[in-house]
């Protein structure tokens, strides 16, 4: 267990008890050493964690001592920080800068023992190669799909050939080194993907699509897990 994972630990056992727990008592949950614990106790009230006691008599922290109300485990951290990375590096520059500021958020309010799960996360996410160039702005598509409003676009095909649509966005799907905009084709009267850099150019409607919030992503989904099923 690294030390930020004890600091941690100390802290949450603790809180549970009313009566003083020895460092004996907290070095058998631990499975450390109480010269450890007696270390790591000094520690924590150096970052001004309000516990006394002392060595042989037992530990209490404050009752009134609470962590921030988003105190998350080490491995939430490391999932919050892998996912927020893998976000900044696949999505749209709004999208990717708000991965990047939630990362910042909590790193203000974690304590400083556990800031080494931000700074350096037992996991990575893979560099990807470069994506190809885009023509619109992926993120007035975002903003068309949460008002539930229609989408003109301009598309161009893999023979070169391009074409009008008027389409329902759904979602935004992120693949490896591309992104699709899942929507209902008004022209095809289905659902198609559209690669986003094959997207010469989009045009929020002023039409709403016409259907209730949801609706149009369950039907989505009732048709997506029958394309899996197929095949």
């Not at 998350?72 to 800068?97: C, F, K, M, Q, Y």
């Not at 993907?193 to 009732?222: N, Q």
Request: charged share 30%.
């Amino acid at each position: 267990m690294r030390k930020a994972e004890r600091l941690f630990q100390i802290i949450q056992i603790l809180r549970r008890g009313s009566r003083p727990i020895t460092g004996a008592a907290l070095a058998q949950e631990l499975e450390v050493s109480k010269r450890t614990v007696y270390r790591d106790i000094s520690d924590l009230i150096g970052q001004r964690v309000p516990i006394t006691g002392e060595a042989g008599f037992g530990y209490l922290i404050d009752p009134s001592f609470d962590m921030p109300p988003l105190m998350l485990t080490p491995d939430e951290i490391e999932a919050v920080v892998l996912g927020s990375r893998w976000v900044a590096s696949h999505g749209d520059t709004l999208i990717a800068n708000a991965a990047l500021d939630v990362v910042s958020k909590i790193a203000a309010m974690l304590p400083e023992a556990l800031q080494i799960f931000i700074t350096e996360p037992s996991a990575a996410v893979r560099p990807i190669p470069q994506r190809p160039a885009e023509m619109i702005d992926v993120a007035v598509i975002r903003e068309a799909i949460r008002d539930g409003r229609k989408l003109r676009l301009r598309y161009q095909a893999v023979d070169g050939e391009s074409s009008a649509r008027i389409v329902w966005p759904v979602v935004i799907g992120y693949a490896e080194t591309s992104r699709l905009l899942v929507a209902w084709c008004e022209l095809r009267r289905d659902f198609r993907h559209f690669r986003t850099d094959r997207l010469l150019s989009i045009e929020v409607s002023e039409d709403a699509i016409g259907i209730r919030a949801g609706e149009l992503r369950r039907r989505w989904e009732k048709w997506r897990d029958l394309q899996v099923a197929d095949h």
